[in-house]
């Protein structure tokens, strides 16, 4: 292979990784500003945050594409084609990461005016500031290569599972001992779990990229599922 030809290829590698750069940063603003629409009861950031998902759709389906031509045209094998795959698969959970952050600025909106109760709304927070550390995490891990920050992030993800079925007790309390908070903690119930789904999709990149550096896969010892085992849409 000529020398212009590697040089080529390497062009398209670091474009497929700026790609996913931007869909990062764009899929951690979703996530946050999701949250706090839904701390502030501020419809109007929660309906920006719904809009700006669009976006990262939009360059989830150019990332995919571009990944199929580089496959075309440059017939990659062992590490080169890892790195791809990889793109491909991160690209799709920070898109899902993305619907997690629309889905939780909808229940934002359907709330609105009800969230009252201060030691619930502390929860969500605490849930959210570490699904978003994890995030941040394995993104800059994807930048350096770091495995031993991808370990870690793997590892911390128990902490996001346990802090979920906590809230979730919670919740079900709320509910049990008033009526009327049923429909304030059903909302709020379905944020969490949307929380709690973006730590597994951090923990999904971290595995991906522990993959394409290593060529090994990350021994998975968590459960996919919180001790509450209720699937929520």
Do not use: W
């Not at 993104?139 to 992030?153: I, K, R, S």
């Amino acid at each position: 292979m000529s020398d212009h030809i590697v040089s080529s290829f390497n062009e398209d590698l670091k474009d497929l990784a700026s790609r996913i750069v931007e869909m990062g940063g764009l899929a951690e603003t979703l996530v946050s500003d999701a949250v706090q629409a839904l701390l502030r009861k501020d419809s109007g950031l929660a309906e920006r945050t719904i809009e700006a998902d669009r976006r990262l759709d939009e360059m989830q389906t150019q990332l995919e594409e571009r990944c199929i031509l580089v496959i075309a045209r440059r017939q990659p094998v062992a590490r080169d084609l890892r790195e791809i795959f990889a793109a491909l698969r991160i690209s799709n959970d920070l898109e899902r990461v993305g619907d997690m952050a629309k889905n939780i600025s909808k229940r934002a909106q359907a709330i609105e005016g009800n969230f009252n109760s201060k030691q619930l709304a502390l929860g969500v927070e605490h849930m959210a500031e570490l699904a978003m550390e994890q995030l941040k995490a394995v993104l800059d891990a994807y930048t350096t290569g770091d495995l031993e920050a991808v370990e870690q992030v793997h590892a911390r993800d128990k902490q996001i599972d346990a802090l979920y079925t906590s809230l979730f007790r919670q919740l079900l309390t709320y509910m049990m001992e008033d009526p009327r908070n049923i429909t304030m903690c059903a909302h709020l119930l379905f944020c969490a779990k949307n929380i709690e789904r973006i730590g597994d999709h951090a923990t999904n990149i971290a595995e991906n990229i522990y993959y394409m550096v290593s060529g090994d896969h990350l021994p998975i010892d968590r459960p996919k599922k919180d001790e509450t085992d209720v699937d929520l849409p």
